[in-house]
């Protein structure tokens, strides 16, 4: 069974930082780019950032370009993402996933495995 498995999330202020890791097994990243997504209460999951395998590309956002940085370290098998500048609005369930193929991708559609989801509360 994959497993992606997401961390680092939790309460923070507005204006705080946060890193978020993913770890899942080597079969699962390599070769993969990988995303994050986000999920609000009451909303849609939506696109956050991704990255591609060998980490040379990546995309954010326009919501959080500048303030949030994706990596990886694919000897570790995770895929971080450095979180600054935090706004209440960043609240949610941020999930990781494994791409198709060596490029993320800003749909959903694009990703076949799936983490369980870290939350992310930004307080005022």
């Known amino acids: 069974q994959v497993q992606l498995v997401e961390s680092g999330g939790g309460l923070v202020q507005a204006g705080g930082s946060l890193r978020l890791s993913c770890a899942a097994p080597?079969?699962?990243?390599?070769?993969?780019?990988v995303g994050w997504f986000r999920q609000a209460p009451g909303k849609e999951r939506e696109f956050v950032a991704a990255?591609?395998?060998?980490?040379?590309?990546?995309m954010y956002a326009d919501s959080v370009r500048g303030r949030f940085t994706i990596s990886r370290d694919n000897a570790a098998n995770t895929v971080y993402l450095q979180m600054h500048s935090l706004k209440p609005e960043d609240t949610g369930v941020y999930y990781c996933?494994?791409?198709?193929?060596?490029?993320?991708?800003?749909?959903?559609?694009?990703?076949?495995?799936w983490g369980q989801g870290t939350q992310v509360t930004v307080s005022a």
């Open positions: 990255i591609s395998w060998r980490g040379g590309e990546s």
């Open positions: 996933a494994a791409a198709l193929g060596p490029s993320g991708s800003r749909l959903s559609s694009g990703y076949r495995y």
């Open positions: 080597r079969r699962t990243f390599s070769n993969n780019g």
